[in-house]
């Protein structure tokens, strides 16, 4: 089946460093990958979508400077938080999307990464 | 605007019953919504797509109803057991981008 891998899974990191998370499709192409947000017994929110060979579309309130995102292959998108401040602490998943498969629309999610900025 | 609301956010029942929940969104003509099961610090995993033209869709012991004048969807699952025991969301693909909408979603626990 589709797997799409992050890394790392948690991280934590001092007030005003960066912090780069990975998503990777591991057995297909995915054209266009997603980066959410998740806080605690909320839904998961859009920040941005990725794709492959172009610059990323954000979400509006989400600041394209402070999270970073590229998409330089059809197997890995990454997002980078700069300059991490407390309120960024969050659940950030990615997913992939297949466009070759009937069901297309279909997105596959990874695991997520637990940031958590002190 | 556009919302997706799971009205439960958390629901109780004995092993061996019928989970029965809940999506309703508005201002939304989705062509399909979609299921997932989220565990406690993982992301979401699809369980199943319903199309708009589709009333019903069964995988196992999953069953998924579908009301496009209601503008509902109904998650059940049957014979559940403990394992059941996670967050279920619902989700349309009603962003610009194509991008899954999701709901808060339902915490589902399943007690022996």
């Known amino acids: 089946g589709a797997v799409v891998s992050q890394h790392p899974s948690w991280v934590i990191c001092k007030s005003g460093t960066s912090v780069k998370i990975e998503c990777r499709s591991l057995d297909f192409q995915a054209t266009t990958m997603f980066w959410y947000r998740q806080f605690p017994k909320q839904s998961l929110m859009l920040m941005a979508t990725?794709?492959?060979?172009?610059?990323?579309?954000?979400e509006q309130g989400v600041e394209k400077d402070k999270f970073l995102i590229n998409h330089a292959s059809l197997t890995l998108s990454t997002l980078t938080v700069t300059s991490a401040h407390p309120e960024d602490s969050s659940f950030y998943i990615c997913?992939?999307?297949?466009?070759?498969?009937?069901?297309?629309?279909?997105?596959?999610f990874g695991p997520g990464t637990r940031l958590t900025v002190l | 605007s556009q919302k997706i609301e799971q009205n439960s956010e958390a629901l109780n029942i004995q092993e061996g019953k019928t989970a029965t929940l809940t999506c309703n969104y508005t201002n939304y003509s989705p062509a399909y919504l979609q299921w997932y099961r989220q565990d406690p610090g993982r992301g979401p995993v699809f369980l199943l797509l319903?199309?708009?033209?589709?009333k019903e869709k069964r995988k196992e012991r999953l069953k998924v109803t579908f009301d496009t004048t209601l503008k509902q969807s109904l998650f059940h699952i049957t014979a559940s057991q403990p394992a059941d025991s996670a967050t279920y969301l619902c989700?349309?693909?009603?962003?610009?981008?194509?991008?899954?909408?999701f709901g808060k979603g339902t915490k589902l626990s399943v007690k022996p």
């Open positions: 997913s992939a999307r297949l466009a070759r498969l009937a069901v297309r629309d279909t997105q596959y």
């Open positions: 990725s794709n492959e060979g172009s610059k990323a579309t954000y």
């Open positions: 319903i199309r708009e033209n589709e």
């Open positions: 989700a349309l693909a009603g962003g610009s981008q194509g991008n899954l909408i």
